[in-house]
């Protein structure tokens, strides 16, 4: 029975944030309320209490279970493609390419966030939260760009942060740009081409290089 309780728990959780995605795509963040949620969930706002505190902690779940796959992948092709991180790295980078066009749920979590959520009164703790996970992403992805140098991939006197830097905002801009006008290019079709053409600018672009520091005058 104990079993059967938490089953049921955990299904009318999936429940919530299925419907927090549908309804915060469609009227956005500010315009949705808990008793929209729960309406269209089937359940209680007694129910989302008691899984969730508010809003904020609804969207967090939701972006924390899309990106936990992108670690569970991370994991898969580092089995798959031993000591070869730029391999790694450029896969993960398309798949994130690709689900955001065949993924309805990452799709939708990426319109969320981009077009439809305002960070300003009850959403300012989110502003906050995902202020930390951009400084985390950086140090993330400076640590494989770190690891493919010492393979050899990438050159050793590549500027790491300023490297992780552009990546992140070439990948969010194309997502965001694409997600805006799906009809101005087939981001899908294009993601290999896309992401060698970053690999490909940290590989040779004078720009991301450690400068020599500056002679003194004798």
Same mark, same amino acid.
């Given at each position: 029975m104990a079993r059967?309780?938490?089953?049921?728990a955990l299904e009318t959780r999936q429940q919530i944030l299925d419907a927090a995605v549908?309804?915060?795509?469609?009227?956005?963040?500010?315009?949705?309320?808990?008793?929209?949620?729960?309406?269209?969930?089937?359940?209680?706002?007694?129910?989302?209490?008691?899984?969730?505190?508010?809003?904020?902690?609804?969207?967090?779940e939701?972006?924390?279970?899309?990106?936990s796959k992108i670690g569970d992948l991370e994991i898969e092709y580092q089995a798959k493609f031993p000591d070869n991180p730029l391999r790694i790295? $450029?896969?993960? @980078?398309?798949? +994130? #390419?690709?689900?955001t066009v065949d993924d309805?749920? $990452?799709?939708? @979590?990426?319109? +969320? #966030?981009f077009h439809k959520c305002e960070f300003i009164g009850e959403m300012m703790p989110l502003h906050e939260a995902r202020k930390v996970l951009y400084l985390e992403s950086y140090e993330r992805i400076e640590?494989?760009?770190?690891?493919?140098?010492?393979?050899g991939q990438l050159p050793a006197d590549l500027h790491t942060r300023r490297a992780a830097i552009v990546?992140?905002?070439?990948?969010?801009?194309?997502?965001?740009?694409?997600?805006?006008?799906?009809?101005?290019?087939?981001?899908?079709?294009?993601?290999?081409?896309?992401?060698?053409?970053?690999?490909?600018?940290?590989?040779l672009s004078p720009s991301l290089r450690m400068k020599p520091p500056a002679q003194k005058d004798s």
């Open positions: 059967k309780t938490k089953q049921q549908r309804e915060f795509s469609e009227r956005g963040v500010s315009a949705t309320s808990l008793t929209d949620i729960a309406t269209a969930a089937g359940v209680t706002r007694g129910a989302i209490y008691w899984h969730f505190k508010n809003k904020v902690d609804l969207l967090n939701v972006w924390e279970l899309s990106e790295l $450029r896969e993960i @980078l398309i798949y +994130i #390419l690709t689900a309805c749920r $990452r799709r939708a @979590l990426m319109e +969320i #966030l640590r494989v760009l770190l690891d493919s140098m010492e393979h990546l992140r905002a070439y990948v969010t801009g194309l997502m965001e740009n694409w997600l805006f006008t799906p009809e101005s290019f087939d981001l899908k079709a294009e993601a290999g081409v896309l992401v060698d053409t970053f690999i490909e600018m940290a590989q």
